[in-house]
């Protein structure tokens, strides 16, 4: 085992009696495929499919809600709410997410029923991480810069204006169950 | 010859039934005293082509009762609004607790009473379901004309 290691590095630290040219494109092109491959699975777990795998009622449900179907046709998916758009971030939350597979593997929401049972869990952590982040991601889209209050409803500049704009609330502290179903809302501030 | 028989009976109830079948909104007319259908005339097994959806405004000024009785109307769209055994989004604005803060109005306190004038401590199960007397409004005309006007005190 010693023996093959020591040759490995050997292998490894003697150059190479390749072209320099050839080397070079050995190394762009195994780069394309490695960083194109791990785009490609950032993405590929980033698609509706793929959350539907596990949380299957929860997708179906944002088809009554506005982040589904509206007037212009502009839709958002679960990746686009629960994954930070941000790199960094989105890495962190990726590899916490690498938690959920146990979950998955132990179906831990893998009927309905048990689905239910820990929905208020589920949302709670979602709302919690919103609130950490001042609702980043749903200010990927919702601008609070580019509002325009006289195409806003009475209600909403009245919240707008005051509380979101000091920065008192964030989004989320309003908008719960904005694609989704709530969970029992008891004891939640606001309710 | 009785070819022939069979071909002038049929013949004859063929001429008496025409006229019945051509003549439908004439008997729909005349066997209903007079009375007109919103439906229109048209057979009952007919499906009628739905009328275009009225767009709910979404926030308007609290609109006037035009009886003394009546539940408040809804002056918002209240679409994805979700009431149910987990949650009561109305509520969140309309609640005793909430409407201060959020400048909404407030529910009546007989929505704590019970059938029997008991005063609960939470809004009665009978009046949980806002939307049920309490509903929103587009810009409908009556489709039968009516000269209802509210009582004095309301106007």
Same mark, same amino acid.
């Given at each position: ?191 | ?38 439906? =229109?005339?048209?057979? !009952? %097994?007919? *499906? ?10 979404? #926030? @308007?000024? +609290? ?39 959020? =400048?909404?109005?407030? !529910? %009546?306190? *007989? ?10 401590? #939470? @809004?009665? +199960? ?30």
């Amino acid at each position: 085992m010693l023996n093959l290691l020591k040759r490995l590095w050997v292998i490894m630290k003697s150059p190479s009696s390749a072209a320099m040219g050839f080397i070079l494109i050995l190394g762009f092109t195994g780069g394309i495929i490695f960083w194109g491959g791990f785009n490609m699975g950032m993405e590929a777990t980033n698609s509706e499919e793929f959350c539907a795998g596990c949380h299957a009622p929860i997708v179906k449900e944002i088809r009554e809600t506005i982040h589904y179907s509206n007037r212009s046709g502009v839709r958002a998916i679960c990746s686009d709410c629960h994954v930070p758009h941000n790199w960094t971030d989105k890495i962190i939350r990726k590899v916490q997410a690498s938690k959920e597979l146990v979950a998955f593997a132990m179906g831990t929401i893998g009927t309905q029923e048990k689905f239910e049972a820990r929905r208020g869990y589920l949302a709670n952590r979602e709302w919690h991480r919103m609130k950490e982040n001042d609702s980043a991601e749903c200010r990927n889209c919702h601008e609070f810069d580019f509002m325009d209050f006289s195409e806003q409803g009475a209600r909403s500049v009245k919240q707008h204006s005051t509380a979101l704009a000091s920065g008192e609330k964030t989004c989320v502290d309003c908008h719960k169950g904005i694609a989704h179903q709530l969970p029992n809302m008891e004891g939640i501030e606001g309710w | 010859m009785k070819k022939l028989l069979t071909m002038i009976v049929a013949g004859m109830i063929a001429l008496t039934a025409a006229p019945v079948w051509s003549d439908d909104a004439d008997e729909l007319l005349s066997n209903n005293g007079g009375v007109g259908s919103l439906r =229109g005339l048209v057979e !009952i %097994s007919t *499906t009628n082509k739905s009328e275009p959806l009225k767009r709910v405004p979404r #926030d @308007v000024q +609290p609109i006037d009762r035009n009886y003394v009785q009546q539940p408040p109307l809804v002056p918002h769209t209240t679409r994805g609004y979700q009431v149910n055994l987990n949650a009561n989004k109305c509520l969140s604005c309309h609640s005793f607790k909430n409407a201060g803060e959020m =400048g909404a109005t407030k !529910i %009546s306190v *007989t929505h704590y009473e019970t059938r029997d004038g008991t005063t609960l401590s #939470d @809004v009665s +199960p009978r009046r949980y379901f806002c939307l049920q007397c309490h509903v929103t409004q587009a810009d409908a005309k009556p489709l039968v004309e009516n000269t209802f006007l509210p009582v004095d005190s309301l106007r």
